[in-house]
């Protein structure tokens, strides 16, 4: 388990009189589980899940695609009662720029993924988890959802966000959570792939009102190396908007990957027509995990990802994992008349001049498009 600080884990183990443990993972997917509500039964025995867009049919004594989602007696058992990461957070590294800037945000993550992207920590789990046999210890925390929220109270954060795996593939259980802290004022946010289903997005939209896909390429051909498929991440990022969520777009620009003007012009293009005020985030790739060969993107090519989104009608393109080599990209400017609104320093709010006029300009009165507290 991964805490922010040692005052939040102290906290932590004061609220809670169960440690965290060490726990194979088996264990851990067939204990730490209930009922899920996302999946219809099926004959046979078999069930649909629609947490994903793999729309998995799992067969009695399976899993799906994610591995945590598993059929028992024709029922779909999904990951329930605990966190395997947990840590406080600023808002601004989820990254949402448009949303409470400096709030803090209790992000939790458990285990699982439903693609396999090479360059993701959550790599190395996935495929430890389709190994059936597999003996690795998971570190993981149970909690219910009261003593969440109560830490996060206790804590002072505003924004409550599944992240770190995939929070799609589990949705009844940051549902739990956000339904609680909603009680005590708290928003509830995703940090996903964007691999969703139109019945996901409908369950998640009462209880999540800030949602971060990521974009990671406009390629099929990519996004099947990646384990997914491009037009339901395209399908997801224009649904979420016109569900009412607040959405924020990433891409993390990986050279040899999706670095070509061609495609960056396309990522643009097509978030201008869901709106030309959807924050488009454009990352640089660390190398990493199985992608120690290819080189880190350096502050010319996210700038060249900037230009992209600007020509395409962009208002609020944002470069980062750079601080301080992006220029003016990490802060916020008004639309209207170009005004330094929020100055950020990578994940730092040095200056928010939208904190007293509720997300209005002070310099021409122009609404900011955002959720802005």
């Keep these: 388990m991964v ?34 509500e996302l999946y219809r039964r099926l004959d046979g ?20 695609i994610c591995r945590v989602r598993f059929n028992r007696g024709g029922r779909l ?29 209790l992000s939790f993550g458990m285990l699982g993924c439903d693609l396999h992207c090479p360059y993701c920590q959550n790599w190395q789990l996935s495929q430890t988890l389709r190994d059936p046999v597999a003996t690795r210890l998971a570190d993981f925390t149970p909690l219910t959802p009261e003593e969440f929220v109560e830490l996060a109270v206790r804590h002072g954060a505003k924004v409550l966000a599944s992240t770190y795996n995939e929070p799609l ?11 609680e802290g909603k009680k005590r004022g708290l928003v509830g946010s995703y940090v996903s792939n964007g691999n969703a289903t139109p019945e996901v997005l409908d369950y998640l939209r009462p209880y999540v009102d800030l949602y971060k896909v990521d974009l ?46 061609g495609e960056l012009r396309e990522a643009a293009a097509f978030l201008a027509s869901v709106s030309p005020f959807l924050p488009w985030h454009v990352t640089a790739f660390h190398s990493d995990y199985r992608m120690q060969d290819t080189p880190d993107t350096p502050p010319e090519t996210l ?15 944002y470069a980062g994992n750079l601080p ?22 990578g994940f730092a709010v040095l200056r928010n001049r939208l904190a007293s006029t509720r997300g209005i300009c002070p310099d021409c009165g122009v609404r900011i498009p955002g959720i802005w507290g």
């Design 216 to 261: 990671k390429s406009m390629r099929e051909g990519s996004y099947r190396v990646l384990g997914g498929r491009l037009q339901t991440v395209l399908d997801t990022i224009r649904g979420a908007w016109e569900r009412g969520f607040w959405v924020e777009v990433v891409t993390l620009v990986v050279p040899g990957f999706n670095d070509d003007d």
């Design 77 to 105: 058992y999904v990951p329930w009662g605990y966190v395997g990461a947990l840590q406080l957070d600023p808002i601004e590294k989820k990254p949402f720029f448009h949303a409470y800037p400096g709030a803090r945000t």
């Design 3 to 36: 805490l922010g600080g040692a005052v939040v884990e102290e906290e932590f183990r004061r609220l809670s009189v169960r440690e965290a443990q060490q726990t194979p993972l088996g264990r851990v997917l067939s204990e730490m589980a209930r009922e899920g």
């Design 169 to 179: 593939i589990t949705s009844e259980w940051a549902v739990a959570l956000f339904r």
């Design 45 to 64: 025995g078999k069930v649909e899940c629609f947490a994903c867009g793999h729309r998995c049919v799992v067969f009695e004594g399976l899993a799906g």
């Design 303 to 317: 700038l060249r990802a900037v230009r992209a989104g600007e020509e395409a009608g962009l208002r609020y393109v």
């Design 324 to 345: 301080g080599r992006v220029g003016r990209y990490e802060s916020t400017y008004c639309h209207g008349c170009g005004a330094l609104l929020v100055e950020r320093r």
